[in-house]
């Protein structure tokens, strides 16, 4: 079998947490905020998205001033974005989906990189390239998690582990982070981009710290 991409101290430190926070951030002078924000309330996991312009300056200054936080980058979307996003201290990547030839560039530069699956043959797909960690995305629309768990029977020998992300928020995280083949949740609701520009850095950290407790208590 193929080596997974994954290191086993990041699949650990992702597990552990089982939670990571999608941002969208517009000016990069509300990373360190938004990252105080996040930390205080217990999220040390976020999914950077490159959905604008400000996108790399942000993993940047995440990456200098907040040794705690580790840092993945979401909407890898083409294979020069790759080495872009590693150069910029980014430990991990995500995409919403299965694009053999960004996987295949992340594989060249050993990069982790957790690609978006939908179906069996986006899994099978991942699978060749040694994915072993997946995003379900958009999981809620995408039938949930009684979808995901159908998906995933046929693989489960294998190991795979899954991030299920879309239309995630307080009310409905916990049933999928109960189910065996789902390592972390996340979603965008713990910080939105309005809250972000708005700096309603005292809203994130409640609702980091919510979310965070709801997960400690399913631990006990
Ligand atoms: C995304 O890539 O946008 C995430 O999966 C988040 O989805 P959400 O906004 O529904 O939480």
Request: hydrophobic share 45%; aromatic share 8%; with cysteine.
């Amino acid at each position: 079998m193929i080596k997974s991409n994954f290191p086993e101290d990041l699949s650990t430190r992702i597990t552990k947490s089982g939670i990571v926070a999608v941002l969208v951030i517009d000016k990069p002078e509300d990373s360190e905020p938004l990252a105080e924000a996040l930390l205080k309330g217990g999220v040390n996991i976020i999914e950077l998205t490159l959905r604008t312009p400000s996108a790399i300056e942000s993993v940047k200054r995440i990456v200098k001033g907040f040794p705690e936080m580790t840092v993945g980058i979401g909407t890898i979307l083409f294979p020069e974005q790759v080495s872009e996003v590693k150069a910029a201290g980014a430990v991990f990547g995500l995409a919403p989906g299965m694009n053999p030839i960004v996987v295949k560039k992340t594989v060249e530069e050993s990069f982790p990189f957790i690609p978006g699956i939908a179906t069996a043959s986006d899994i099978e797909a991942a699978l060749g390239f040694g994915c072993r960690i997946l995003k379900f995305f958009p999981a809620e629309t995408g039938g949930g998690l009684k979808h995901l768990e159908s998906m995933a029977t046929p693989y489960a020998h294998l190991g795979l582990k899954f991030v299920p992300l879309g239309g995630l928020n307080q009310e409905n995280f916990t049933d999928y982070l109960k189910s065996k083949f789902v390592t972390a949740i996340g979603g965008s609701w713990i910080a939105k981009r309005e809250e972000i520009s708005q700096h309603k850095w005292a809203s994130i950290t409640e609702k980091a710290r919510i979310a965070v407790e709801s997960i400690n208590k399913m631990k006990k």
